[in-house]
């Protein structure tokens, strides 16, 4: 009996300490980078010195704010076109059968798989080839079509788990197609829609990859920027910009999750 | 006068005939239940008159003008679902207002005609609760109110009190015909219960496989059923086959069992609904039908008893009201006497 006991708070304990581990393996690095950002000493010598030196430093770093400003209007513009594609296509999927829907659907999810590398070289060839060439127009466009397939599958399961039964409903009510998705559709779909839009926001937020091989010289966005920077020199200002980065990353994706269990509620 | 009439509608779907040249006119003001088992095209129809299944053929009159090809929204019905669909993010009120304000009806008017619809179904006082507010019952009235409020030409319910349990739904049941009756709304609904079916309604089409079998007032159909599959569908039913006879068949190992129905040349089917069945002593002398047997099985019910009797016709199952408190027990030797008038013929 005791023994028994013993054995399971033994394991609870083991449980719990395994999880501590994981975390601090997964958040040790971006605290002790927010930390640095906050230390005087510009190697990261102990002892910590508090200064917001390195934050100041960032509001007069041209370049950085350049490409700060560059990077939260190309992650805007991809969250408009995306979402609202991406919730057109989701609506199709849910509602209509046309031929080629299945197979459409399941060319969904490899550009999920993709390596980034490989869709930012495909990206690169195929805009040099057709004349789009690099800029953040080309980054738009590379950022919209990796988030496409994001947005249609949160809002398609949001749309999946309302049914076509509140549509008909409507319609059963003289509702025209318009009224229906406007005063019903739409306010029911809104937590999918609005989690895809802060997924698509994310996705072009945080990208790196595609961002670098589409952007020409001259032109940055935050990640890029920073990306470079480290080549010139490890500054603690990256640290700063880096920390701005994550807390605006983990508030849209923390936002993300609130919502998208909210869509799993009728 | 019919308010809805279907005509030669037939509805494929691939290789499955989901109904096939169905026709059928609900009379205007008529309470018209649509019953048959799962599968059996009963939804398909509604769905057909809801404008939510376009028709392969036939057409679908609603007040003389052929609807078929119509979209829902033009076609002027209320529709009560099966699992209510009440919009989620609308409040009680703003659910039931729902089809007036989509035709642009004033702010006034739709006030007082979501009130006057919401004291119709008794849930005046509710208005601002949210469905999920709601207990089942009060979602039912508030998706019965929104699809009476536009004051539609025909109503039709899916199952309307298949989510409700037992005692809620006699309750129900009681409130939609009031409710009915008070509009006068020519009401069809579907359901595969077949007590629903004989209490609420005062039509009933059997339908089954896509194919109508058979219509008539609740009184008729159980009397007199068409098919075996009505006679089994709605109600319960002994069957006797054998060559005809004058006016009966014999049955084999037990005899001339007779009918006042007329009968086809040949073969027949006797039906006998097991409360029309008397069970007596083997001795006792009896006018009409008679079979004698043993108990083989009792089922208790409460209010009443279901045997079945072992005969030489197989076994047989009687209905008797448990209105003395004496039970027969199995294994007793009994006899089963009923009038020729109870003996119907269905096609098999």
């Known amino acids: 009996m005791n023994q028994a006991r013993w054995v399971v708070l033994m394991s609870e304990g083991a449980g719990r300490l395994w999880l501590f581990l994981v975390l601090l393996f997964l958040y040790l690095p971006i605290l002790v980078l927010a930390v640095m950002g906050l230390n005087d000493s510009v190697h990261y010598t102990l002892p910590f010195a508090f200064t917001t030196r390195w934050y100041e430093d960032l509001a007069g770093n041209e370049r950085l704010l350049q490409a700060s400003f560059n990077s939260v209007a190309v992650a805007l513009a991809n969250t408009l076109i995306a979402t609202t594609l991406g919730t057109m296509a989701a609506l199709a999927f849910a509602r209509y059968r046309f031929r080629g829907r299945t197979a459409l659907q399941l060319l969904l999810f490899p550009p999920i798989t993709i390596p980034w590398l490989i869709i930012g070289t495909s990206m690169l060839v195929l805009f040099f080839w057709t004349g789009i060439g690099r800029g953040l127009h080309a980054m738009l466009l590379g950022h919209v079509a990796l988030s496409l397939p994001y947005v249609i599958i949160v809002v398609g399961a949001r749309l999946a788990s309302i049914g076509p039964d509140l549509e008909e409903a409507a319609a059963s009510l003289g509702a025209t197609p318009f009224q229906s998705l406007v005063r019903v559709q739409l306010p029911v779909m809104a937590p999918g829609i609005v989690a895809a839009a802060l997924f698509a926001f994310a996705v072009s937020f945080d990208q790196f990859v595609i961002s670098y091989f589409l952007a020409p010289p001259g032109v940055s966005v935050l990640p890029v920027e920073i990306f470079s920077a480290i080549r010139k020199g490890f500054t603690p200002e990256v640290n700063a910009i880096s920390t701005i980065m994550i807390v605006v990353s983990m508030t849209v994706l923390l936002l993300f999750a609130r919502l998208s269990k909210f869509g799993g509620e009728r | ?348």
């Not at chain 2, 679902?81 to 989509?102: E, I, K, R, W």
């Not at chain 2, 047989?316 to 030797?333: F, H, K, S, Y």
């Open chain 2, 1 to 348: 006068m019919s308010a809805v009439d279907v005509r030669n509608v037939t509805k494929r779907y691939g290789a499955t005939t989901a109904l096939d040249r169905v026709s059928l006119a609900f009379p205007n003001g008529s309470f018209f239940a649509l019953l048959g088992p799962s599968g059996s095209g009963k939804t398909t129809l509604l769905r057909a008159l809801a404008g939510f299944v376009e028709p392969d053929e036939g057409m679908i009159l609603i007040d003389d003008q052929d609807v078929a090809h119509i979209p829902s929204f033009r076609r002027n019905i209320g529709m009560v679902f099966q699992n209510y669909a009440l919009f989620p993010h609308m409040s009680v009120f703003d659910n039931v207002a729902f089809g007036l304000t989509v035709r642009r009806i004033p702010r006034i008017q739709v006030r007082q005609r979501v009130g006057k619809i919401l004291e119709l179904v008794r849930l005046d006082g509710l208005d601002h609760r949210k469905p999920r507010q709601l207990s089942g019952g009060q979602q039912q009235r508030v998706a019965l109110a929104r699809a009476l409020v536009t004051e539609p030409r025909v109503l039709l319910l899916d199952e309307p009190l298949g989510a409700l349990d037992k005692k809620l739904r006699q309750d129900m049941q009681g409130e939609l015909k009031r409710i009915q009756r008070t509009v006068g709304i020519t009401t069809i609904f579907v359901t595969h219960d077949q007590e629903e079916a004989l209490t609420l309604s005062d039509h009933i089409a059997i339908i089954d496989e896509g194919r109508l079998i058979q219509v008539g007032e609740p009184g008729e159909v159980y009397d007199r059923p068409y098919t075996r599959f009505a006679a089994n569908f709605l109600g319960d039913a002994n069957f006797l086959s054998g060559p005809v006879q004058d006016s009966g068949i014999m049955v084999d190992r037990v005899g001339h069992v007779a009918t006042t129905s007329p009968l086809p040349a040949g073969e027949a089917t006797l039906a006998v609904r097991p409360e029309r069945i008397r069970l007596v002593a083997p001795d006792t002398p009896a006018q009409g039908n008679r079979i004698e047997g043993h108990v083989a099985e009792r089922v208790f019910s409460g209010a009443s008893l279901t045997y079945t009797v072992q005969t030489d016709a197989g076994p047989l199952r009687v209905l008797r009201q448990n209105a003395d408190g004496d039970v027969i027990d199995t294994g007793e030797r009994v006899a089963l006497v009923w009038s020729a008038d109870h003996s119907v013929v269905v096609e098999d």
